[in-house]
């Protein structure tokens, strides 16, 4: 523009009575003046600045990268950008999450906290001292305030799970990520990240933090990846005896198939993989009456498969000791079933080469392996060449089997048929010779399913040994400890075993089971961990 206005018309000041009249035409092009060039002056612009907010956890800024330009702001006021910590309700277009947990050592009776409790802890004291680390510290400062004096206790993070083992029941605050088998998250609020519906943002246990000043995140920028992504994670539910035969039919055939899971079928079905050790076959000879009848040869009518179906069924052991009391014909047919409903199953099969294939099973980059066999026989249960049957137990080949799986990136679930003991304590052949041995060789869990009366733990490193789980629907109602069971909620996140959430049942009806009352729990797992030596 000053290059064109430089070729136009040069403005004349306006005359005085001095002056003399102005020229009255135009000046020629040779007299047109030269245009002086005009250096601009550059616009000014403004620097972008972040402040951090001082309360936040190291956690949730170590993986927050900036570009270079953007500086770093020790005023809040002013600031372009704003990284903060959110409070409860709060929300920020633009923002992560950092989830902890309330968790104790694995023997623990209570499966549950209160927030509030937690919360009056911190802020009041008087009771058990809360055990965190020095990071945990920092980040529940920040949520809760200054702890009140002798209300937590500052242990080192590599010696929290010794210390709670040490202090059995003293609750411990830590990131998710720090879980591992022997700890036992606690649900808090009835809300837990090993459910597949959990909302971090309803949940008292999360941090959340914000970038204000963007709508958008912005270009060359990194949040931290939040240490909890369910689609990283995977359930599974492990469940003990199933025999649809007995009295457990005649209750289907009073009662319905719905009956039997009206008060835990919730738990079953929210896995992401069920589990079942159904040990009788379905046969279409059968009719309702012989499947009630009070002999030691078990049949199941078809229609009984409902059960299995409104259990949310996704793996079947077949392991059993009564699926070939009808012969070959009943097996296969039941194989069928299975098939046809897009359930896989290990552990048995057309003949020993398909009983002994490992189920292989991946799941939000979980790669799981199942394998199991039977020890109890008698020899006419086990698959032969070219009959059907439950896998033998041949511990050479079951080991080798477990540490190829392993070497292979597998997480090895090993279950075994054994022989029945009437006991909280497993025979000395379940816990030295067999669960042992495959938990040396790899596995991350080691299960019982024969066991009719519920076992005790035990781990060995981080694997857990589970002898018995006790009856999911069987009908052994004569004494408390056969009505007593387990359904084990099995973690898997990231590749890598987390830990369990043991749910304890009641058998009722011949055929029911429910969750146990608070008292009945109490109880049941003194036993339980008393025989297991804790």
Request: charged residues 20%; proline residues 7%; glycine residues 8%.
């Amino acid at each position: 523009m000053l290059i064109l206005a430089g070729c136009g018309p040069v403005p004349m000041a306006a005359p005085t009575e001095t002056d003399a009249p102005p020229p009255t035409s135009l000046p020629t092009a040779t007299s047109t003046p030269t245009a002086t060039p005009v250096t601009p002056t550059p616009t000014s612009i403004p620097a972008r600045t972040l402040w951090l907010d001082p309360s936040l956890p190291d956690t949730l800024n170590e993986g927050l990268t900036v570009p270079a330009e953007v500086q770093r702001s020790v005023q809040e006021e002013g600031a372009t950008y704003r990284w903060v910590l959110l409070a409860p309700g709060e929300r920020a277009t633009v923002e992560t999450e950092w989830v902890f947990v309330a968790a104790a050592a694995f023997p623990t009776i209570p499966g549950e906290a209160s927030s509030a409790k937690l919360r009056g802890q911190w802020q009041r004291g008087g009771g058990q001292a809360l055990l965190v680390s020095q990071d945990t510290l920092a980040a529940f400062t920040a949520l809760w305030g200054k702890p009140a004096v002798g209300a937590v206790k500052v242990v080192a993070e590599d010696d929290l799970l010794e210390a709670a083992w040490e202090n059995r029941g003293q609750v411990v605050l830590l990131p998710f990520e720090q879980l591992s088998p022997r700890w036992k998250a606690l649900r808090v609020d009835g809300l837990s990240p090993f459910d597949r519906d959990f909302d971090a943002a309803a949940y008292p246990l999360a941090l959340r933090a914000g970038l204000t000043g963007a709508e958008v995140l912005p270009e060359g920028w990194t949040l931290p990846q939040s240490n909890y992504d369910p689609s990283k994670l995977t359930t599974l539910m492990l469940t003990g005896v199933t025999a649809l035969a007995r009295r457990t039919a005649k209750t289907i055939n009073e009662q319905g198939a719905a009956y039997l899971l009206q008060d835990t079928g919730e738990w079953l079905r929210s896995a992401d993989l069920t589990h079942v050790s159904n040990e009788v076959s379905f046969n279409e000879q059968c009719s309702p009456e012989r499947a009630a009848s009070p002999e030691a040869r078990f049949c199941s009518v078809p229609d009984y498969i409902e059960v299995l179906e409104l259990a949310g069924t996704d793996i079947v052991e077949l392991t059993g000791n009564h699926n070939l009391d009808y012969g070959p014909e009943a097996y296969l047919y039941t194989l069928d079933l299975y098939r046809e409903r897009g359930w896989a199953y290990y552990g048995g099969g057309e003949n020993a080469e398909e009983a002994r294939q490992a189920l292989l099973v991946e799941h939000n980059g979980n790669r799981l392996a199942f394998i199991g066999c039977n020890y109890a026989g008698p020899e006419p249960v086990w698959a032969a060449e070219t009959y059907p049957g439950a896998a033998k137990c041949d511990l050479d080949w079951i080991e080798a089997e477990v540490i190829r799986l392993a070497g292979e990136g597998y997480l090895p679930v090993v279950t075994f048929q054994a022989f029945e003991s009437e006991d909280y304590k497993p025979a000395i052949m379940q816990r030295a010779g067999d669960y042992r041995r495959m938990a040396a060789a790899g596995a991350v869990v080691v299960s019982g399913s024969a066991s009719h009366w519920p076992q005790t733990f035990e781990f060995v490193g981080d694997t857990l040994l589970h002898f018995g789980l006790g009856n999911l629907f069987f009908d052994q109602m004569e004494r408390s400890q056969t009505r007593q069971a387990f359904q084990d909620k099995h973690v898997f996140y990231d590749g890598r075993y987390l830990g369990l959430e043991y749910l304890p049942t009641m058998l009722e009806d011949a055929a029911r089971p429910r969750p146990m009352t608070a008292a009945e729990r109490e109880t049941f797992l003194i036993d339980i961990f008393e025989a297991g030596g804790w």
